[in-house]
């Protein structure tokens, strides 16, 4: 079957596709047609014929026998047609025990700064313990991408097999090689024995027993010797670099410009080699150029004064000299974006963050620190996306859980906040300069909001326990407590945190009005001497926050200005997420001033908004208010509601001797003409061992109107009046006679 250019290509792009979903049963078939008609491809468009070529490397590779001959072969094609890419490079130098050396040679100095080429050389000279030149690879490679993890991992375990060959050898080994292998893979054993080497001079052999120091004695005795013994003598580079290194994991900055030199200007060689010699020769001087390590210089010291000093001038001329000599050095980069988040400049430091992060900034690395810059800018979704991301890629920290708990607390949704700050406070190390005290207080917060003060207790003496007695974020916490135990109507034990937060100074203004309004309203606590009354000059004339509503409504009360108090605290109620405490005490302020109109109202939206909030003492409230503005109907279904609702407080929260509930039903019935009602809540008046004078009365006005001509209960009713002491009038003293005679003359003449 004779095929067209064009459907040639057609079936090169099927293959492809076909290759790709390892479908060979499909493939194989189509192979023989391409092949068949492959002629009609020509030579004028050479990128035609390089398709047919890779796409045939491509296939040979997929098998586990590979035929490197061949493969070799259409790299060649490739080359002749001059369509040749790294990648086609990459495929076949990715067969490093088979692939030939004169591919690599080709492909390196073709592509001298492709990474992947050169890893897969340096894994072709490990197969081939050829230690020295592999090293030299791995090292230009980090020369030009010092984030190649693969790099570093793999140039440790060569130098540690070259290590390992040298010491097992039977010649004699270079000692200063002995040290550069030992030094890089931190062989302590080998370390230990180059101190006792003569061959080495005194500077170097030094760099032995620094190494040896740091990583066997603790971090004070390692800084006890630098300022003793080191400090004074004359280390080499790779020294002073190892104690800057050792500084820095320690974050003692201060050190680092103090065992630190000037750095030395990077010395380039030119990029004109014309074989391979010349290019190993090239990579040799290109790593020891030093560019790198002029850049990691810049970035030690640009790190001690953004931590250490805090000298911005200093942090700007590190970052202007060590861009310059490479602005993609992620690292150095970092550093810029975290200056600039230090300065306010949100958006560049965004920008520069997404900079580090194409040019090698590791994913964790670029992911926490955009974390810290979405919590600074306050994009708490973007911190929620970002953490999402982190915890695809990583396990999480207890960093990345706090902004998540934080994050999600800011939107409010406490639920969800509370189950991230559990699951971190319960499963992570809670160390002291950690994240844990913040998220104890978040979980303080939560829980007041929730009103679970019993965990919110337990979690402030938590948070106390990270805090020197006397730090800012000890009087912090004390605060919260003021305003937390104020709420809860423990006004005594809040008293004692207020006094002694104003006593040290540190009592917040806005919590002012708490402790001047305990003071006031329980006068067995002492105001301080130096607490000052309010005065109209402390309200706030235009009050926009909780905190400004809540502290007028305190000053007015005090002020007594009851009605300004009330609504004042109505407005700090809505306002709060404890809305039903700041109710109820408008409700107190109101009552108190004796505005019933407004307590009716601050009860009827204690009933609408927060019905879960209501009480016997508010319930009660109302419905005595309601009697009091002598709406009788409306208190009297109120009472009966409290009797329901609240049976064992209606009738024991009254004096046994004056029912105070009962006395109210009556007087309310009375009013409704509800005489069955009202008679039987004077029977139970009655019913007690004592009654009171005006009740007897008031029955006896009942009977006279509604049973005359019963003799007999209004005889008993005047001896109950005699009986207990009561004092009869005169004219209630003819008419008890007046009822004895005719009561005689009826029924025992």
């Known amino acids: 079957?004779?095929?067209?250019?064009?459907?040639?290509?057609?079936?090169?792009?099927?293959?492809?596709?076909?290759?790709?979903?390892?479908?060979?049963?499909?493939?194989?078939?189509?192979?023989?047609?391409?092949?068949?008609?492959?002629?009609?491809?020509?030579?004028?468009?050479?990128?035609?014929?390089?398709?047919?070529?890779?796409?045939?490397?491509?296939?040979?590779?997929?098998?586990?026998?590979?035929?490197?001959?061949?493969?070799?072969?259409?790299?060649?094609?490739?080359?002749?047609?001059?369509?040749?890419?790294?990648?086609?490079?990459?495929?076949?130098?990715?067969?490093?025990?088979?692939c030939p050396e004169l591919v690599y040679e080709k492909a390196l100095q073709a592509y001298p700064y492709n990474e992947t080429l050169h890893i897969?050389?340096?894994?072709?000279?490990?197969?081939?313990?050829?230690?020295?030149?592999?090293?030299?690879?791995?090292?230009?490679?980090?020369?030009?991408?010092?984030?190649?993890?693969?790099?570093?991992?793999?140039?440790?375990?060569?130098?540690?097999?070259?290590?390992?060959?040298?010491?097992?050898?039977?010649?004699?080994?270079?000692?200063?090689?002995?040290?550069?292998?030992?030094?890089?893979?931190?062989?302590?054993?080998?370390?230990?024995?180059?101190?006792?080497?003569?061959?080495?001079?005194?500077?170097?052999?030094?760099?032995?027993?620094?190494?040896?120091?740091?990583?066997?004695?603790?971090?004070?005795?390692?800084?006890?010797?630098?300022?003793?013994?080191?400090?004074?003598?004359?280390?080499?580079?790779?020294?002073?670099?190892?104690?800057?290194?050792?500084?820095?994991?320690f974050m003692m900055y201060d050190l680092v410009p103090q065992i630190l030199k000037a750095p030395q200007n990077p010395d380039f060689p030119d990029a004109d080699f014309t074989n391979f010699t010349?290019?190993?020769?090239?990579?040799?001087?290109?790593?020891?150029?030093?560019?790198?390590?002029?850049?990691?210089?810049?970035?030690?010291?640009?790190?001690?004064?953004?931590?250490?000093?805090?000298?911005?001038?200093?942090?700007?001329?590190?970052?202007r000299n060590g861009l310059a000599l490479n602005d993609k050095n992620p690292l150095l980069l970092n550093l810029k974006a975290m200056f600039l988040k230090s300065e306010g400049s949100y958006q560049e430091a965004g920008a520069t963050y997404h900079e580090a992060f194409r040019n090698g900034l590791t994913m964790d690395n670029y992911l926490q620190y955009l974390i810290e810059l979405n919590n600074r800018i306050e994009s708490y979704q973007g911190v929620l996306d970002t953490v999402k991301q982190f915890h695809i890629r990583h396990t999480p920290t207890l960093k990345s859980m706090f902004f998540k708990a934080r994050a999600l607390f800011k939107f409010h949704r406490d639920d969800e906040a509370l189950a991230v700050l559990n699951e971190a406070l319960q499963d992570f190390p809670l160390h002291s300069r950690s994240y844990a005290p913040w998220m104890y207080h978040y979980r303080m917060i939560i829980n007041k909001r929730k009103r679970n003060y019993t965990q919110y207790f337990l979690d402030q003496q938590a948070e106390i326990n990270y805090y020197v007695d006397g730090d800012d974020d000890y009087f912090d916490t004390t605060n919260l407590a003021v305003e937390t135990i104020f709420e809860q109507g423990e006004y005594e034990e809040c008293y004692k945190y207020a006094i002694y937060n104003h006593e040290q100074g540190k009592l917040t203004e806005e919590l002012y009005p708490i402790f001047q309004w305990i003071c006031f309203y329980d006068f067995l606590l002492e105001k301080p001497d130096d607490l000052q009354d309010p005065t109209e000059a402390n309200i706030n004339k235009q009050p926009e926050t909780f905190e400004d509503f809540r502290n007028n409504g305190l000053i007015y009360w005090m002020l007594d200005d009851h009605t300004?108090?009330?609504?004042?605290?109505?407005?700090a109620a809505s306002k709060s997420v404890n809305k039903a405490i700041y109710l109820k005490l408008a409700l107190t302020c109101a009552k108190e001033g004796f505005k019933n109109s407004l307590s009716l109202t601050i009860c009827e939206t204690i009933r609408k908004e927060v019905p879960e909030a209501r009480e016997f003492k508010t319930d009660y409230t109302y419905a005595q208010i309601l009697n009091d503005e002598h709406r009788h109907e409306e208190a009297y279904k109120a009472l009966l509601d409290v009797l329901k609702s609240y049976p064992e407080r209606s009738?024991?929260?009254?004096?046994?001797?004056?029912?105070?509930?009962?006395?109210?039903?009556?007087?309310?019935?009375?009013?409704?003409?509800?005489?069955?009602?009202?008679?039987?809540y004077i029977s139970m008046l009655l019913s007690r061992d004592t009654p009171i004078?005006?009740?007897?009365?008031?029955?006896?006005?009942?009977v006279k109107s509604q049973s005359e001509e019963d003799l007999f209960l209004q005889h008993n009713l005047m001896e109950n009046l005699v009986r207990f002491n009561f004092e009869l009038y005169p004219e209630e003293q003819e008419e008890l006679k007046e009822m004895k005679m005719h009561i005689k003359a009826a029924h025992f003449a």
Not at 693 to 699: S, T
């Open 1 to 98: 079957m004779s095929l067209t250019r064009k459907e040639v290509l057609a079936h090169i792009e099927q293959a492809y596709a076909l290759l790709n979903a390892k479908k060979f049963a499909e493939l194989n078939p189509l192979i023989t047609i391409i092949q068949d008609n492959l002629n009609v491809l020509g030579y004028t468009y050479p990128s035609d014929n390089a398709r047919y070529y890779r796409f045939f490397m491509l296939y040979i590779g997929a098998f586990e026998q590979v035929n490197m001959e061949v493969m070799h072969s259409y790299v060649e094609a490739l080359e002749e047609v001059g369509q040749v890419l790294a990648s086609d490079y990459e495929y076949i130098c990715s067969y490093y025990k088979a």
């Open 120 to 249: 897969h050389y340096a894994l072709k000279l490990q197969v081939e313990k050829r230690y020295t030149e592999a090293i030299a690879i791995l090292k230009y490679v980090l020369e030009c991408y010092p984030a190649t993890t693969e790099a570093r991992f793999l140039l440790w375990e060569i130098q540690s097999a070259q290590l390992e060959d040298q010491v097992k050898s039977t010649e004699e080994a270079d000692c200063y090689q002995l040290l550069e292998l030992a030094s890089a893979t931190h062989n302590l054993d080998v370390l230990k024995g180059l101190q006792l080497d003569t061959r080495l001079d005194k500077k170097t052999k030094l760099l032995t027993f620094i190494q040896v120091a740091i990583w066997e004695l603790r971090s004070v005795e390692v800084i006890e010797l630098w300022k003793k013994e080191w400090k004074t003598l004359d280390l080499t580079d790779l020294s002073r670099y190892v104690l800057a290194d050792y500084a820095k994991a």
């Open 278 to 319: 010349e290019y190993k020769a090239f990579i040799q001087a290109f790593t020891n150029a030093g560019w790198q390590l002029v850049q990691h210089h810049y970035l030690l010291l640009g790190n001690a004064a953004y931590f250490h000093s805090k000298n911005g001038n200093a942090v700007k001329i590190c970052l």
């Open 564 to 571: 300004a108090a009330a609504e004042s605290l109505m407005v």
């Open 651 to 680: 009738f024991f929260e009254f004096p046994k001797d004056y029912n105070f509930l009962l006395h109210i039903l009556k007087n309310n019935v009375k009013a409704m003409e509800n005489m069955s009602a009202y008679t039987k």
């Open 693 to 702: 004078e005006n009740q007897l009365r008031e029955q006896q006005e009942l």
